[in-house]
Nanobody, 123 residues
Framework: VQLQASGGGLAQAGGSLRLPCVAS????????QGWFRQAPGKEREFVAGIRWSGGNRYYADSVKGRFTISKDSAKNTVYLQMNSLKLEDTAVYYCALRWGSTIQTTAQQWHYWGQGTLVTVSS
């Protein structure tokens, strides 16, 4: 499985960005895809996840109401729409894929990772 993330960049506080992540190779409906982020000096943290089967969505409390994760099954792509961006959203964002029927919030339980894409929010 290969994951290709893009869409990062510079945004002003209160602005929006959308991050797509394309999955290629062996995929399955018995999987979930998600986004994590890592700010300088901090651990990688869960942001959002979505199950391929059923489309159940999960969010970290810090982004609820501001970020939306969605999927386009035909394109094998998961999107992270980020609205009302805050300075503290600045981080490298990583997409990830996990086999199985549950979404886990710890990075160690995910099986595949894409390269990171940097999101910088300025005041």
């Amino acid at each position: 499985v290969q994951l290709q993330a893009s869409g990062g960049g510079l945004a002003q506080a209160g602005g929006s960005l959308r991050l797509p992540c394309v999955a290629s190779g062996r995929t399955s409906n018995d999987a979930g895809q998600g986004w994590f982020r890592q700010a300088p000096g901090k651990e990688r943290e869960f942001v959002a996840g979505i199950r391929w089967s059923g489309g159940n969505r999960y969010y970290a409390d810090s982004v609820k109401g501001r970020f939306t994760i969605s999927k386009d099954s035909a394109k094998n792509t998961v999107y992270l729409q980020m609205n009302s961006l805050k300075l503290e959203d600045t981080a490298v964002y990583y997409c990830a894929l996990r086999w199985g029927s549950t979404i886990q919030t710890t990075a160690q339980q995910w099986h595949y990772w894409g390269q990171g894409t940097l999101v910088t929010v300025s005041s």
